[in-house]
């Protein structure tokens, strides 16, 4: 396995999805907390940082143990606080090195076996590499820095100031092979199928005859969680799958039925009524959220009881929500949506978790529920909020503006479906707004509600843009809308890029 050793670079998961790809398993870490058990990583990859070498507050790793000993590769700091602190230099570019760049002068060796000069790299610095450090080698120049690339003789330690995880880098994956499977010698057999094998064998050892409780939502992670846990413990697994009444048109049905077709032991709880009367009155976005939070948590704990015996909470935590993050900026991150509320400590959670995969990227989660051949319609499914329809009708929630928007939401979804345009985007939706506006229906003046439809792409939530919908797709979607869905006669589209807009209205 590979170590990455973080120093809050954006881009450090990417350098571990990279070496997923190669089907090599990598763990990240942050620099200033390495593993313990250091040595078994056969191979450790140093990221980059917002720092710089030459500031206050320089990121120092503990490299002792490893450099000399075990194969290193240094991109961008990293490499520059090997020159820095190993007896070169590193000075401030004169611009700021960032964006393409092509590799001008390659010396042959090792890390760039099978690349060219010429090849594009993604370069992204404010400093530069005057001096080598002691015993280092040049092994690759751009027109603009000439220490793109060292190696430090004697060693099996590289390091490379452009970032080869980037896509715009070419031949990064190349580099990433060279470095892990030719130097470093590990193999590449960490594959979702050897995934899904030696998981459920861990999670029979470790369950043996216990009951596992574990919730349902609908989504990839719950639902890959579930079946990889019914692969192991089969019916001791026991599922429930809440609806709270907010979800899409039809989808408990649907989605309930589905499961079932999977072989698994899942209750569905029809709570619709109980969370609508709770949230009867409310428009504050974060109330709504703490209400739904609250009564889910609830109507979980009672279902939970009704298990006997029940020893462990099965959830569908993945490896971007655990990975500890290295703040080099300083100063807390607002709260900008409380995302997850979670009040007192009811008795489900005093099971004990488990967390199948606790280690897998997103995309991972869908290889590896496609390796136990898991339907496409779930595993390509949107992300859908916690909060459902709740967080998309602006203002308080009643029966009718739910079954308003969800007649409008099945519009639009099952028109991206027809149009092959599902799979393009990365979540969509539509928003009730708390506006009436005046149109026309033959000879009627008609005053009712608008809605806007919003479709983004992304990797990950944090960032979005817009999707650019064809018009003619947006024009018969709109019309459909506004004939068929009684209450509805203005459609608008969202063109707000995240940030600073929400991918949310609220
Ligand atoms: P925002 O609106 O913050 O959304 O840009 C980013 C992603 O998070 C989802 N989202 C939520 N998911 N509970 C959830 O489980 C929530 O309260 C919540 N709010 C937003 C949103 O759908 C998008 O995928």
């Given at each position: 396995?590979?170590?990455?050793?973080?120093?809050?670079?954006?881009?450090?998961?990417?350098?571990?999805?990279?070496?997923?790809?190669?089907?090599?398993?990598?763990?990240?870490?942050?620099?200033?907390?390495p593993p313990?058990?250091?040595?078994?990583?056969?191979?450790?990859?140093?990221?980059?940082?917002?720092l710089?070498?030459?500031?206050?507050?320089?990121a120092?790793?503990?490299?002792?143990?490893?450099?000399?000993?075990?194969?290193?590769?240094?991109?961008?700091?990293?490499?520059?606080?090997l020159?820095?602190?190993?007896?070169?230099?590193?000075?401030?570019s004169?611009?700021?090195?960032?964006?393409?760049?092509?590799?001008?002068?390659?010396?042959e060796?090792?890390?760039?076996?099978?690349?060219?000069?010429?090849?594009?790299?993604?370069?992204s610095?404010?400093?530069?590499?005057?001096?080598?450090?002691?015993?280092?080698?040049?092994?690759?120049?751009?027109?603009?820095?000439?220490?793109?690339?060292?190696?430090?003789?004697?060693?099996?330690?590289?390091?490379?100031?452009?970032?080869?995880?980037?896509?715009?880098?070419?031949?990064g994956?190349?580099?990433?092979?060279?470095f892990?499977?030719?130097?470093?010698?590990?193999?590449?057999?960490?594959?979702?199928?050897s995934?899904?094998?030696?998981?459920?064998?861990?999670?029979?050892?470790?369950?043996?005859?216990?009951?596992?409780?574990l919730?349902?939502?609908?989504?990839?992670?719950?639902?890959?969680?579930?079946?990889?846990?019914?692969?192991a413990?089969?019916?001791?697994?026991?599922?429930?799958?809440?609806?709270?009444?907010?979800?899409?048109?039809?989808?408990?049905?649907?989605?309930?039925?589905?499961?079932e077709?999977?072989?698994?032991?899942?209750?569905?709880?029809?709570?619709?009524?109980?969370?609508?009367?709770?949230?009867?009155?409310?428009?504050?976005?974060?109330k709504?959220?703490?209400i739904?939070g609250?009564?889910?948590?609830?109507?979980?704990d009672?279902?939970?009881?009704?298990?006997?015996?029940?020893?462990?909470?099965?959830?569908?935590?993945?490896y971007?929500?655990?990975?500890e993050?290295?703040?080099?900026?300083?100063?807390?991150?607002?709260?900008?949506?409380?995302?997850?509320?979670?009040g007192?400590?009811?008795?489900?959670m005093?099971?004990?978790?488990?967390e199948?995969?606790?280690?897998?990227?997103?995309?991972?989660?869908?290889?590896?529920?496609?390796?136990?051949?898991?339907?496409?319609?779930?595993l390509?499914r949107?992300?859908?909020?916690?909060?459902?329809?709740?967080?998309r009708?602006l203002?308080?929630?009643?029966?009718?503006?739910?079954?308003?928007?969800?007649?409008?939401?099945?519009v639009?979804?099952?028109?991206?479906?027809?149009?092959?345009?599902?799979?393009k985007?990365?979540?969509?939706?539509?928003?009730?707004?708390p506006?009436?506006?005046?149109?026309?229906m033959?000879?009627?003046?008609?005053?009712?509600?608008?809605?806007?439809?919003?479709?983004?792409?992304?990797?990950?939530?944090?960032?979005?843009?817009?999707v650019?919908?064809?018009?003619?797709?947006?024009?018969k979607t709109?019309?459909?809308?506004?004939?068929?869905?009684?209450?509805?006669?203005r459609?608008?589209?969202?063109?707000?890029s995240?940030?600073?807009a929400?991918?949310?209205?609220?």
């Amino acid at each position: 396995k590979v170590l990455i050793l973080d120093f809050g670079s954006q881009f450090t998961q990417l350098i571990g999805r990279r070496v997923r790809e190669l089907n090599i398993y990598s763990e990240i870490h942050p620099y200033n907390k390495p593993p313990k058990n250091i040595l078994d990583f056969k191979a450790i990859i140093l990221s980059g940082s917002p720092l710089s070498v030459r500031g206050d507050d320089v990121a120092h790793p503990e490299l002792d143990e490893i450099k000399g000993k075990k194969p290193i590769l240094a991109i961008c700091y990293g490499a520059q606080y090997l020159a820095h602190f190993g007896g070169g230099s590193v000075s401030p570019s004169n611009t700021r090195e960032y964006g393409r760049a092509n590799l001008s002068y390659i010396k042959e060796n090792e890390l760039f076996d099978h690349i060219s000069e010429g090849s594009q790299v993604w370069m992204s610095h404010s400093d530069t590499i005057k001096e080598l450090p002691t015993g280092a080698t040049m092994l690759a120049s751009t027109p603009d820095v000439e220490n793109a690339a060292f190696k430090i003789e004697g060693e099996q330690t590289y390091a490379i100031q452009f970032h080869p995880e980037v896509y715009h880098s070419k031949d990064g994956k190349q580099l990433l092979e060279n470095f892990l499977v030719h130097i470093s010698g590990l193999e590449q057999t960490w594959t979702p199928d050897s995934f899904v094998e030696t998981t459920v064998l861990a999670l029979k050892e470790k369950l043996g005859d216990d009951r596992v409780i574990l919730g349902l939502s609908g989504g990839v992670d719950s639902s890959v969680a579930a079946m990889l846990l019914h692969k192991a413990i089969g019916k001791n697994l026991h599922c429930i799958f809440v609806n709270n009444g907010l979800l899409r048109k039809n989808e408990f049905h649907d989605v309930l039925e589905q499961y079932e077709g999977m072989g698994l032991n899942v209750k569905g709880v029809d709570a619709s009524a109980r969370f609508l009367d709770e949230l009867a009155g409310e428009s504050d976005p974060e109330k709504k959220r703490k209400i739904i939070g609250r009564v889910f948590i609830e109507v979980f704990d009672d279902e939970a009881h009704l298990v006997e015996n029940a020893k462990w909470l099965a959830q569908g935590t993945i490896y971007p929500d655990v990975i500890e993050s290295v703040s080099v900026t300083g100063g807390p991150s607002a709260t900008i949506k409380s995302h997850h509320n979670v009040g007192g400590l009811p008795d489900f959670m005093k099971l004990k978790v488990v967390e199948p995969l606790k280690m897998l990227f997103k995309d991972e989660v869908r290889r590896v529920g496609a390796s136990m051949d898991m339907e496409k319609s779930i595993l390509g499914r949107h992300p859908f909020p916690g909060p459902g329809l709740a967080i998309r009708i602006l203002g308080d929630i009643t029966a009718e503006k739910v079954r308003i928007l969800q007649e409008v939401d099945a519009v639009f979804i099952n028109g991206l479906k027809e149009w092959g345009l599902y799979d393009k985007v990365w979540q969509a939706g539509a928003m009730l707004l708390p506006v009436n506006s005046v149109g026309v229906m033959g000879d009627e003046r008609t005053y009712e509600k608008c809605v806007a439809l919003r479709a983004v792409e992304s990797t990950d939530g944090m960032t979005a843009d817009w999707v650019n919908l064809p018009y003619e797709f947006l024009q018969k979607t709109s019309n459909e809308i506004i004939n068929k869905v009684r209450g509805v006669n203005r459609v608008v589209y969202d063109i707000s890029s995240k940030p600073p807009a929400t991918i949310e209205w609220e």
